[in-house]
């Protein structure tokens, strides 16, 4: 079953607007990674955002975890053409023995017209 | 540094055959961990292997095995292949277990 489940499934905005992603989930996590995909190819690690931590940046990005919802946003600001990709959410769950396992949502599908 | 790296790329196979898939993590990185992804769907989990130990297994058929080496590469083995195997196969590294986990290219496979 999916832990993170994005939303919305599908984002389309014109260049230089700010895209934001939703992402919640349900058990208690070590930590929430967010990933970009382009075309069915392999995922692009962007950002680690730890249980402990509220918010993080990465150039352009910005995470923010609230642990007592259970949910993370991802902004894009001043987005691009070239951001046009889905975005997925993982979360690595907390206890027992599934350290280290991300489980992934549905993901979210941008669109960055030109 | 080369980022995780994953052959064949694209593979075609017909029903009932046998595949092995491989993946070189990053440099350094000893935990390898190997997804599947279907088409509109996120990846879902089907092995972690750390310091070349089986530390977690997904909800997945023994069809499917792995096996990590002592230079941390990994295989990864489906048996009896069905239609419903057909799904883009994604290796991922990372230093240990709880770090950032690092995706390869991942490799295509359909089943005829």
């Known amino acids: 079953s999916q832990q993170g489940e994005e939303d919305p499934q599908a984002l389309s905005i014109q260049e230089g607007e700010n895209a934001t992603m939703n992402c919640s989930y349900k058990?208690?996590?070590?930590?929430l990674q967010w990933y970009r995909q382009n075309s069915g190819r392999g995922l692009v690690h962007l950002i680690l955002i730890r249980s402990n931590e509220r918010e993080k940046h990465s150039g352009r990005l910005r995470v923010t975890l609230d642990t007592s919802k259970k949910s993370s946003s991802l902004l894009i600001t001043a987005s691009r053409a070239a951001d046009t990709a889905s975005y997925f959410c993982?979360?690595?769950?907390?206890?027992?023995?599934?350290?280290?396992?991300?489980?992934f949502g549905q993901g979210t599908i941008l669109t960055v017209h030109p | 540094d080369a980022g995780v790296t994953q052959s064949p790329t694209h593979l075609i196979k017909t029903r009932g055959q046998q595949v092995t898939l491989r993946c070189s993590p990053i440099?350094?990185?000893?935990?390898v961990s190997w997804y599947q992804q279907v088409l509109g769907q996120g990846p879902q989990f089907i092995f972690q292997?750390?310091?070349?130990?089986?530390?977690g297994r997904g909800n997945f058929p023994d069809r499917f095995s792995a096996r990590q080496f002592p230079n941390y590469s990994s295989e990864l083995n489906v048996n009896a292949l069905l239609l419903g195997d057909s799904a883009l196969y994604l290796c991922?590294?990372?230093?240990?277990?709880?770090?950032?986990?690092?995706f390869g290219p991942g490799t295509r496979l359909t089943v005829l």
């Open positions: 058990t208690s996590i070590n930590n």
């Open positions: 292997y750390y310091e070349k130990e089986e530390r």
């Open positions: 440099s350094g990185h000893k935990s």
């Open positions: 993982a979360t690595d769950a907390a206890g027992g023995t599934s350290y280290g396992k991300l489980t």
């Open positions: 991922a590294s990372s230093w240990v277990v709880y770090n950032e986990q690092f």
